[in-house]
């Protein structure tokens, strides 16, 4: 497959799994083992498409980073042992290091806390030409927040503001904090990486087995799991609230790595190829510029 050809298919691998009205959207309906029309012997085909679709990532960036319009935020959101450090390694193994950030959201800090749940992240928000990939996000404050409520305790929040609504709140304000940066030129695209509670089982048990995994393993994400159900009304309810077409959620089948990435990959490449991101043009006093240089650079190879 060369790269016309991926550009091409880029949005029949990543439509599927895009929800741009959340209304409708139900969990349930979304099998984290499918694989579209990739049979399990054609994992090979998958990994070269994945391949090619790197190669133009790459291509994109540079353009993104030349051109100095646009910048592009990808948030990744998933269960533990989902894929989400493997797809960001993958997918964007080609991509200048110099115009890519991945920042990683852990517990919040003290000093973070003192601040409203946007801020930790509205500091690390890519520049423009820049790619900034957040792994966890403020959906954290919706989805684990949220099935462990005794964390908003240590928020600070006035006690007249921790009211039933509080989830729509911050839907409210998510929503509308990503319109904002739409409105100035940042491209946000959403995946929720969407692992059976099955195939985690398995991945937490080859971690425990594989010496070299260990320290990927944590008892707490055990603990996690008996909140299964909890976390999916959460992702679900999130989804459901935050899906748009400025800054859609991507629901991808997790259960299979390679197909995950495929569509990642998919899935930023289509819309960064929207954009119609191009090298700057030069003016006339820049080409006159670039010639004076030319002859300048020819007569001191004569000298």
């Not at 439509?15 to 984290?32: A, Q, S, Y």
């Amino acid at each position: 497959m060369n790269n016309k050809e991926f550009l091409k298919q880029a949005k029949a691998y990543s439509e599927p799994f895009c929800v741009t009205k959340g209304k409708k959207f139900r969990l349930k309906d979304v099998n984290p083992a499918d694989t579209l029309d990739f049979e399990s012997d054609e994992k090979p085909q998958a990994e070269e498409a994945l391949a090619t679709g790197v190669e133009v990532l790459a291509e994109l960036q540079e353009k993104l980073w030349a051109q100095d319009r646009w910048a592009v935020l990808i948030i990744f959101q998933a269960m533990d042992a989902a894929g989400k450090d493997g797809a960001i390694k993958h997918v964007m193994s080609g991509v200048n290091p110099q115009g890519c950030e991945v920042t990683s959201f852990k517990a919040p800090s003290a000093e973070e806390l003192d601040h409203d749940f946007l801020w930790r992240c509205a500091k690390r928000l890519p520049e423009r030409g820049r790619i900034g990939i957040f792994n966890r996000s403020y959906y954290e404050e919706t989805l684990v927040v949220r099935v462990h409520q005794n964390f908003l305790a240590g928020q600070k929040l006035p006690q007249n503001l921790k009211t039933k609504n509080i989830w729509k709140r911050r839907f409210r304000d998510i929503t509308n904090f990503e319109r904002y940066l739409t409105h100035n030129g940042i491209l946000v695209l959403k995946f929720f990486l969407h692992v059976s509670k099955e195939e985690q089982e398995k991945r937490f048990l080859a971690r425990i087995d594989d010496a070299s995994k260990n320290w990927k393993f944590s008892l707490n994400d055990v603990r996690e799991r008996e909140h299964w159900d909890e976390y999916m009304d959460a992702y679900e309810q999130t989804i459901r609230n935050t899906a748009s077409k400025q800054a859609p959620w991507y629901v991808v089948p997790a259960d299979n790595k390679w197909f995950t990435r495929l569509v990642v990959a998919s899935a930023i490449v289509e819309n960064m190829h929207a954009l119609n991101l191009d090298y700057p043009k030069l003016d006339e006093e820049q080409l006159k510029a670039l010639e004076e240089a030319k002859q300048s650079l020819a007569a001191d190879e004569r000298g």
